[in-house]
C-alpha cells in the first residue's frame, strides 16, 4: 500500500521569522528587509518539506502571522486583536492570551489573500504544492453578534460575503 503525505496546518515559524515580524511592525526593519526574511523561511520550509519526502509541499505558512492571518490582511473590516481571547501557555509555560480577530465593517477587497505565496512556492519546487485557504467554518468565528451587527446584522450575511471572497480567490489561483 503506498500512503501519500502532506503538511496540514502551519510548520513552526523560525525565531529569526518571529523576531523579524516583531521588529517589522515596530517600523524596525523595512519591507524589503522583512520579505528577504519571509523569502528565506520558506525556502527553508520547502527544503525540509522535500528532504523528508512529503508528496505536498506547502510554503509552511510562513507568510502568515497566523493560520487564518491571509484572510484579515487581505480584507478591510477586521478589528486585528478585538474578539475575544483565548488564554493558553507559551512555549516557557507563561500563561498569555490570543486576542481573536472580530469583522467590525463591512468586508471589502484589499488584495489576493494567497497569490504572493502561491507564485513564490511555484517556483521553488517541481512537486506538487498547495496553499490553504480558510473555511467558512472558521471565519465564522470571528463573527460576534455585538461587534458585528454593525456591519453584518447575521453571521449567515457575513459568511456569504467570506464565501464570495474565497470563491475570488480561488479563480485567481488556478
Do not use: N
Amino acid at each position: 500500500m503506498q500512503a501519500k503525505s502532506e503538511v496540514i496546518g502551519s510548520l513552526l515559524r523560525p525565531p529569526y521569522l518571529a523576531e523579524a515580524r516583531r521588529r517589522y511592525e515596530q517600523s524596525e526593519i523595512t519591507l524589503p528587509d522583512f520579505k528577504r526574511l519571509e523569502d528565506r523561511a520558506v525556502d527553508e520550509a520547502v527544503e525540509t518539506q522535500t528532504l523528508a519526502g512529503i508528496d505536498m509541499i506547502t510554503d509552511g505558512e510562513m507568510r502568515r502571522y497566523a493560520f487564518y492571518g491571509h484572510l484579515i490582511d487581505s480584507l478591510d473590516g477586521f478589528d486585528k486583536f478585538g474578539g475575544w481571547g483565548i488564554e493558553f501557555r507559551d512555549e516557557r509555560g507563561e500563561k498569555t492570551r490570543l486576542r481573536r480577530p472580530v469583522v467590525v465593517e463591512k468586508l471589502a477587497w484589499r488584495r489576493h489573500m494567497c497569490a504572493e505565496e502561491w507564485s513564490y512556492l511555484r517556483a521553488r519546487t517541481t512537486h506538487p504544492a498547495k496553499v490553504t485557504l480558510i473555511s467558512a467554518q472558521q471565519a465564522a468565528a470571528y463573527y460576534d453578534p455585538e461587534k458585528s451587527r454593525g456591519a453584518y446584522p447575521t453571521r449567515d450575511d457575513y459568511l456569504a460575503d467570506i464565501v464570495d471572497f474565497t470563491r475570488r480567490e480561488i479563480e485567481e489561483l488556478r
